[in-house]
């Protein structure tokens, strides 16, 4: 795996969000902070405790000026039932051919129960309002997400 080098112009990218908008780097340019981050499927059990903790703490990273983006493999309309499921309030993209996680580093060979795949590494991404990546978290915890992000925001990226 290969990220993005930190300090550089963020990758673009324009996929479409649950309700088949066009969401696209280049929208938040100059207005706001964006944490995207990559997490394997919608609806699983690590997946959802990320989730929920980025809709708790939703009104904290507002007030520093960031949006949060998920981006999965999965289609819209799987993350529009994930989006309801759980009363989620912030956007999850749809990277359906895998083309963003690939060009972010984040499309890799897993294993799991003893079997080889290939699938999304668990990494969020900072990214500055001139679109330049500031911080990798290939560490991620699930549990913690929210909080470990909101520290890096609130200490200045």
Request: with cysteine.
């Amino acid at each position: 795996m290969s990220f993005p080098k930190i300090g550089n112009l963020a990758p673009t990218f324009s996929l479409q969000n649950q309700n088949g908008e066009k969401v696209s780097l280049k929208d938040f340019k100059g207005k706001k902070n964006i944490v995207l981050y990559f997490y394997p499927k919608a609806s699983t059990p690590g997946c959802t405790v990320q989730a929920c903790g980025i809709k708790e703490s939703r009104s904290e990273f507002e007030k520093l000026d960031t949006v949060v983006l998920g981006v999965s493999p999965d289609s819209p309309a799987k993350l529009t039932k994930f989006i309801d499921k759980y009363d989620l309030n912030f956007d999850l993209l749809a990277d359906e051919d895998h083309s963003v996680a690939e060009t972010y580093g984040v499309w890799a060979l897993k294993k799991f129960m003893g079997k080889e795949f290939m699938g999304i590494v668990r990494t969020s991404f900072i990214i500055n309002k001139e679109g330049r990546l500031s911080h990798v978290l290939d560490k991620v915890n699930t549990k913690t997400h929210d909080q470990d992000v909101l520290a890096i925001l609130r200490n200045g990226i």
